[in-house]
DNA sequence: CTCTGATGAGACGTTGACGTCTCATTCGGG
DNA sequence: CCCGAATGAGACGTCAACGTCTCATCAGAG
């Protein structure tokens, strides 16, 4: 039986989460195998980068369809998309940042479908009158992302309850800070 | 005359902003000088940062002071507090991810206090009845700095136009992307 | 002009991480 | 019990970036 491929990715994702910059031995170490070990099931550091980037994706994807975007209000559906990708958020940090490294290169086509998915929800919400038109859903798709960085990295150096992290973030996203005068 | 420390600072940032990861050498070529004198400037590359900290700090308490904080509705606050954080956002959109990268070490003294002043904006509006008090000054200053990291890199990708960058992370940090039903 | 100090170009050694390799050990199936 | 495949430990060479150094050149002050 192979080494839990899953787990190693796991273990990856979580250690890169918080340190990006962190050794291949010490991913090795963080996943309770040895180097060699890690080197045989990928083959170089951008090879780990690139399963953790499928993972991200695959992650995202199934967050998407957990959610079930076309249900309901748009806003409830960004309330849902939000539960579901909190388990993703580190992941979703590290990527988030990790994408601005490549500049010339075209991105891995996985996002562009997440990143389509995500701004045609917010456009749905557009369309029904649920969300105001003057915020492109290509912005606010980005802002999902950058809150969702954010939020994770405050609540890993204490600065928000991890409790809070999914409310913080939609209630921001759909409400902003500003007191509702009607409802 | 000194080689213009200033110029290479700026070059330094804009070029970091772009790429994290860019060698000492090219950032020595983007400012236009030799390696040989840019590390005659700054002892390593850890000066460097460390002096681009500095810089980022100054320019953002610089915003700070210039936004006039106390000033008005604290909703014009902020928006006059982006207005001048603009110019800063590819800095700090660089300095918030690198301070990921801290893990134990505590971090300059400098953005404590940029921190506690925009906290207190959001405090000072949250006491004047004008921003809802379920979201926490310290998240709403976190959210601030994520927004602005997403708004630069966005348009740095052509995502959002430049024209737009203060709108969108106004908008979207005061207002949310629900339509208003009142006002 | 001359002297001084700063600069550019580039060589040099060091370091840290990478990727490959070997070999002993271990674990599980037959 | 035995065998083979997978693993762990670690040695090894490679490479890129760093930081230091030297030296020729250049510009400006006196």
Redesign the pocket.
């Known amino acids: 039986?192979?080494?839990d491929r899953e787990h190693v990715l796991r273990s990856a994702a979580a250690l890169l989460t918080r340190r990006s910059?962190?050794?291949?031995?010490?991913?090795?170490r963080a996943a309770?195998?040895?180097?060699?070990?890690?080197?045989?099931?990928?083959?170089?550091?951008?090879?780990?980068v690139r399963a953790l980037e499928e993972l991200g994706i695959q992650e995202c994807e199934a967050a998407l369809d957990a959610a079930r975007l076309d249900e309901g209000t748009a806003r409830d559906a960004v309330r849902r998309l939000v539960r579901e990708f909190e388990g993703a958020a580190g992941l979703i940090a590290f990527l988030y940042t990790e994408n601005q490294l490549f500049e010339g290169e075209e991105q891995n086509a996985g996002w562009a479908r997440v990143d389509a998915r995500v701004a045609a929800l917010f456009r749905r919400g557009q369309e029904s009158g649920e969300f105001r038109i003057d915020l492109t859903p290509a912005w606010l798709t980005e802002a999902l992302y950058g809150l969702c960085a954010s939020g994770a990295w405050a609540v890993s150096e204490g600065r928000v309850a991890a409790k809070d992290f999914q409310y913080m973030i939609v209630e921001l996203l759909l409400g902003g800070a500003l007191r509702r005068e009607g409802s």
């Open positions: 039986m192979p080494i910059t962190a050794t291949m031995d010490e991913v090795a309770g195998i040895s180097r060699a070990t890690l080197h045989r099931q990928f083959a170089g550091r951008d090879a780990l």
